[in-house]
């Protein structure tokens, strides 16, 4: 019994022998390997005139484990059905493309891949499509959508080497739409991206904000003709038509701030200032003080001219100074450097006086053109800026003039319009820690 037993264990084996050397033409190659009912069935190998398999087969398709190479392609890892299905990696040349799962032939469910930039993906894909995943190249990494290519599309957070971080929309690999962004020792910027640039907080105007005005005597004197204020009927009615400005509800606002010139250089007084101060304040409405610059005269003596010519009572806000200078008066006085010397003196005297640190009042291009060079004033001093556009001011920022055309019920003509940087809890809390005490 046990030399048959052995008899028949020999036949299987060169029956088995002899099903591996199976040689014949399949799909218009050269198949070599096992087969069952004339179809290649077990392990076997498939070359082709650009295309070899070598790998498990089952009722002649490729199924389990193999290796498909077709040219600088090459696929290792499980088959079903004929199709990538299961976990396999696909390389080109020396590159890994992609490894992870497959379903049917596509891409379905975690994975790891280099895009053609070198950066490295471990990502979520969706019937072949990449959907989420982290993003890592030389200077970060990106945790969000991505698009088939590899790109930011959609939400997503980006962390850069030196610690930058945004989280938002993206679209093309650039931050587009709504976001926000920390820089280490600088401002958290929030609010509208283009083009992978800041454009700011796109601001909706109701009557939660918190809004002010500033006068002078053009509120007053217009061409020959005078105007009182009323003081008891003041409410904004209109925002302005110069730029576009996103409104719900009706504009019928309170106003609760004013800031009133006082003068301007060292000689020039409005003869209106002291009745409009004290009809404002008795309306309950707060005030501030603002004087115009002069590029002409010594910025001592016109922050003393101020002071003696302006109230200074507890409870009114920060004094201004309004800065409105033309380059050629710049140049005039012996550039930026004597400009700014000029407003840190004006600056250093009022803030004696008062206790508080007063405030800086500029236009956009001001910014744009000259703050920067002055990176103390920029650090230490709030600004108010006039910027007429639709997107709020990315400054140190405590107001916000947002229209030069506005209109208020109680004044005749045009008023500046102006905005508090916050909702009610900030206001309060600058009431209660910035004005005069």
């Known amino acids: 019994m046990q030399k048959i037993f052995y008899c028949v264990a020999a036949a299987t084996l060169l029956a088995m022998c002899l099903s591996c050397n199976i040689k014949k033409n399949y799909e218009g190659g050269k198949y070599q390997g096992e087969e069952k009912n004339g179809l290649p069935s077990g392990y076997g190998t498939l070359i082709q005139k650009h295309t070899t398999y070598n790998g498990f087969w089952e009722n ?22 004929g199709y990538f299905s299961g976990y396999g990696e696909l390389t080109y040349g020396d590159s890994v493309a992609y490894s992870g799962q497959w379903k049917n032939g596509k891409r379905q469910g975690k994975g790891l891949c280099k895009d053609s930039m070198g950066r490295h993906i471990c990502g979520l894909w969706k019937a072949d499509m ?24 959609g939400h997503g957070r980006y962390i850069s080497n030196e610690g930058r971080e945004y989280e938002g929309l993206w679209k093309d690999d650039r931050r587009e739409g ?23 907080e796109k601001v909706v105007y109701t009557s939660e904000r918190i809004y002010g005005i500033d006068v002078s005597k ?78 002409l005269t010594s910025p001592a003596v016109q922050a003393k001219f101020f002071i003696r010519n302006s109230h200074f009572n507890k409870g009114d806000f920060p004094p201004v100074l309004d800065v409105e200078p033309m380059p050629s008066q710049i140049r005039k006085m012996g550039g930026t450097g004597v400009m700014f010397n000029h407003i840190r003196t004006w600056m250093n005297i009022v803030q004696q006086r008062t206790g508080v640190r ?26 108010w800026i006039a910027r007429y556009g639709e997107y709020k001011p990315d400054v140190r920022l405590v107001y916000w003039q947002l229209c030069p055309d506005g209109r208020v019920k109680g004044i005749h003509g045009e008023v500046d319009i102006n905005v508090f940087n916050g909702y009610r809890s900030q206001y309060d809390e600058f009431i209660n820690n910035q004005t005069i005490r």
């Open 178 to 200: 709504f976001g926000f962004s920390i820089v280490a020792h600088h401002q958290l910027k929030a609010g509208e991206w283009e083009n992978d640039k800041y454009r700011g």
């Open 130 to 153: 990449l959907v989420w995943g982290t993003r890592t190249d030389l200077n970060g990494t990106y945790i969000g959508q991505l698009n088939n290519k590899g790109i930011a599309e």
């Open 358 to 383: 007063p405030i800086l009042y500029v236009s956009q291009t001001f910014v744009n053109r000259y703050l920067s060079l002055a990176p103390d004033i920029k650090k230490n001093y709030d600004v």
């Open 218 to 295: 053009y509120q007053h004197v217009i061409g020959r003709h005078k105007y009182p204020i009323y003081w008891n009927q003041v409410r904004i009615s209109n925002l302005g038509n110069i730029s576009k400005k996103r409104v719900n509800g009706n504009v019928d606002y309170k106003i609760s701030f004013v800031y009133i010139k006082s003068t301007e250089g060292t000689t020039m007084r409005n003869k209106y200032y002291a009745s409009d101060y004290r009809q404002a304040r008795a309306n309950g409405i707060y005030i501030g003080s603002y004087h115009f610059f002069s590029t």
């Open 60 to 81: 002649g398709k490729m199924n389990g484990y193999g290796t498909l190479i077709n040219g600088k392609k090459r696929y290792v890892g499980e088959f079903k059905n």
